[in-house]
């Protein structure tokens, strides 16, 4: 059994109780951090109850999913145990399921670009800022300036990701495999995408591409982000998202996400998307059909971000396929 000191209990909101707990070992998903176990009742009669072994005062952590169950005959508080590691019930995924996938598909084919969210709550996009620092999180750092991609920098995270970002790569991933799956037949390229992300990154790493792409990008004053594509390896998923975590207008200005569109004999097109604190963009990789007066022809996209006139803007980006 692994003992577990109490740290703190905070309430907030009406009903909900938040207990963090300090482990006596090494947590597998945040070893700097206390953990935060929930209480499980706030979940409702509904959720997760059918999965085994599961009880009205077990507590739930929220950051990771782990469930921990109390000790018959021992104080709850004091004496909990690590049993099974489940599936929360996600915002994240609801929110995902609940956005117009139509409109989104419509806005793709259309500009090359759509904007979905909220993404994430004021509070996830903090959560995701203050850990910037949090080296155990992160599987390397880049200088952006010293590889000629800009100015600022950004960090890869490593396996296993936040709970959040894993989410969100794991709830994005269908709804943009049908897209991506009807772009390659509309380009004529043989390679489709299988149903769940899963099972995608499992062709990555059989490729020897087994370094997580996710990460977080940090612009202060001047910063930005030259135009580029995020391809690690042959195997590329297609689209890919950006959140923005700061609050723009109040925590920065400038800082722009802009994509080009470079289209074959023609001259360039230039997207600029607005977005709002934890909204998102989703946008292609490297490329993207076009419906021409003589049928489909490919285009070539690049992303960037223009410079930042003040403040500092973080954001954090989900790519589906990983890195060699
Ligand atoms: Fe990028």
């Not at 996209?301 to 003040?310: P, Q, T």
Request: hydrophobic share 35%; glycine share 8%.
């Amino acid at each position: 059994m692994q003992r577990r000191k109490r740290v703190n209990n905070v309430s907030v909101g009406s009903g909900t109780v938040w207990l963090s707990w300090q482990h006596k070992v090494p947590h597998p998903y945040s070893r700097a951090l206390p953990i935060h176990a929930k209480n499980r009742r706030e979940w409702g009669p509904n959720n997760a109850r059918s999965l085994t072994g599961i009880r009205d005062d077990d507590l739930y952590c929220s950051n990771c999913t782990t469930m921990f169950q109390s000790q018959p005959g021992k104080n709850l508080m004091s004496t909990v145990t690590q049993i099974t590691q489940i599936q929360s019930p996600s915002s994240i995924a609801t929110s995902v399921e609940s956005f117009n996938w139509e409109a989104i598909h419509a806005e793709l084919d259309a500009y090359g670009a759509a904007v979905i969210g909220p993404l994430l709550s004021p509070d996830q996009c903090k959560t995701l800022i203050n850990q910037y620092d949090n080296e155990d999180l992160y599987r390397s750092r880049v200088v952006m300036a010293r590889h000629g991609f800009g100015r600022g920098e950004y960090k890869y995270f490593a396996y296993p990701l936040p709970a959040m970002i894993a989410e969100l790569r794991q709830s994005l991933y269908p709804h943009l495999m049908k897209i991506a799956n009807g772009w390659n037949e509309a380009m004529g390229i043989d390679v489709r995408y299988p149903a769940e992300q899963e099972a995608f990154k499992a062709r990555c790493h059989a490729a020897g591409q087994t370094k997580p792409t996710p990460l977080i990008l940090k612009y202060g004053a001047g910063d930005y982000n030259c135009l580029h594509q995020d391809i690690y390896g042959e195997h590329v998923f297609p689209l890919q998202v950006a959140v923005l975590l700061s609050k723009p207008g109040q925590e920065f200005t400038g800082g722009e996400f802009t994509l080009s569109e470079q289209r074959p004999r023609m001259q360039s097109r230039v997207e600029v998307v607005p977005l709002g604190q934890g909204m998102g963009v989703i946008f292609p990789v490297h490329h993207r059909p076009v419906k021409g007066t003589r049928g489909t022809y490919r285009v070539k996209m690049r992303h960037g971000v223009s410079r930042v006139r003040s403040g500092q803007r973080f954001t954090m980006g989900v790519i589906f396929h990983d890195a060699q």
